[in-house]
């Protein structure tokens, strides 16, 4: 815990603009006994950026928008994850406020101009141990600029990466991936070079293959159902009925036709007659 390290008179940096970031910037801005004399704030992103958790944003952590995910081609579903990214990774906007109203009176009423610096656009690129003191190197690469900066203590908020469990190792040559990831069924199992009786399934490793919501524990007890009616070989729990707004696949709502598309480019053809 930070209240148990003395950073008082320190310079401190923290990495990563997300979420946690943002809570220990907080935190190191509005602590009085154990306050550092300078902070830095450093994010890859090209601003300090909300999270969007907007109401349509909010549709895709639905079971329905998950499966639509989960048929798409790989490629595509990349690209809508990078699309995506904000909707889980970015910062609570209250969260925003607070450090920005903090900030305004530490520079403004409490007239300390030297006490934090914000550095978005920036990737750290190096960090070593100097004499007494840490130094990071960044590079901006929108400016294609280089700066070093130096801290008593370094906090590094950056996420993580997911590997390969080690409790699959024996069958790592078995376990084909893609993007690095499983390749998921949609009962959660994943694709495997074994008997198909013998089935493993995953919880909280399919985002590649499911979409932004599977790391999130929003849509924890649907996958535990579709995983339970799977091993059971039958329906122990309702997952069905509708619980999105949004028509993500190809729609069947009374009036629309799938057989619409243009024979020739730039070319339109009536509907036929209902």
Same mark, same amino acid.
């Given at each position: 815990?930070?209240?148990?390290?003395?950073?008082?008179?320190?310079?401190?940096?923290?990495?990563?603009?997300?979420?946690?970031?943002?809570?220990?910037?907080?935190?190191?801005?509005?602590?009085?006994?154990?306050?550092?004399?300078?902070?830095?704030?450093?994010?890859?992103?090209?601003?300090?950026?909300?999270?969007?958790?907007?109401?349509?944003?909010?549709?895709?952590?639905?079971?329905?928008?998950?499966?639509?995910?989960?048929?798409?081609?790989?490629?595509?579903?990349?690209?809508?994850?990078?699309?995506?990214?904000?909707?889980?990774? /970015? *910062?609570?906007?209250?969260? &925003?406020? $607070?450090?920005?109203? +903090?900030?305004?009176? #530490?520079?403004?009423?409490?007239?300390?101009?030297?006490?934090?610096?914000?550095?978005?656009?920036?990737?750290?690129?190096?960090?070593?141990?100097?004499?007494?003191?840490?130094?990071?190197?960044?590079?901006?690469?929108?400016?294609?600029?280089?700066?070093?900066?130096?801290?008593?203590?370094?906090?590094?908020?950056?996420?993580?990466?997911?590997?390969?469990?080690?409790?699959?190792?024996?069958?790592?040559?078995?376990?084909?991936?893609?993007?690095?990831?499983?390749?998921?069924?949609?009962?959660?199992?994943?694709?495997?070079?074994?008997?198909?009786?013998?089935?493993?399934?995953?919880?909280?490793?399919?985002?590649?293959?499911? /979409? *932004?919501?599977?790391?999130? &524990?929003? $849509?924890?007890?649907? +996958?535990?159902?579709? #995983?339970?009616?799977?091993?059971?070989?039958?329906?122990?729990?309702?997952?069905?009925?509708?619980?999105?707004?949004?028509?993500?696949?190809?729609?069947?709502?009374?009036?629309?036709?799938?057989?619409?598309?243009?024979?020739?480019?730039?070319?339109?053809?009536?509907?036929?007659?209902?």
């Amino acid at each position: 815990m930070l209240e148990e390290r003395d950073l008082r008179d320190k310079r401190v940096v923290i990495v990563g603009g997300g979420q946690t970031g943002a809570e220990l910037m907080l935190h190191l801005l509005t602590t009085d006994a154990n306050a550092p004399r300078q902070i830095t704030w450093i994010s890859r992103r090209s601003n300090f950026q909300p999270m969007d958790n907007s109401a349509f944003a909010n549709e895709l952590y639905t079971p329905e928008y998950s499966d639509y995910f989960g048929g798409l081609p790989f490629e595509v579903r990349k690209q809508l994850l990078d699309e995506q990214k904000m909707t889980s990774d /970015g *910062v609570n906007h209250d969260l &925003l406020k $607070l450090i920005y109203q +903090r900030l305004y009176e #530490i520079r403004f009423l409490d007239k300390q101009t030297d006490r934090w610096r914000l550095c978005p656009g920036r990737e750290v690129v190096g960090l070593e141990r100097g004499e007494g003191e840490w130094l990071l190197s960044t590079y901006q690469p929108h400016s294609d600029n280089y700066e070093l900066a130096s801290a008593d203590k370094v906090i590094l908020c950056t996420g993580y990466t997911r590997a390969f469990p080690p409790c699959l190792t024996a069958l790592s040559q078995q376990v084909p991936l893609e993007g690095g990831e499983f390749i998921v069924n949609e009962d959660y199992s994943i694709k495997w070079d074994g008997p198909a009786e013998n089935r493993i399934y995953v919880q909280n490793a399919a985002r590649a293959a499911r /979409g *932004v919501a599977d790391p999130n &524990l929003s $849509l924890n007890a649907w +996958r535990a159902a579709r #995983i339970i009616n799977s091993m059971a070989g039958r329906q122990v729990y309702d997952i069905e009925g509708a619980s999105c707004m949004v028509d993500w696949g190809p729609t069947r709502t009374p009036g629309y036709r799938r057989d619409c598309a243009p024979r020739e480019p730039g070319v339109h053809r009536a509907l036929p007659k209902a």
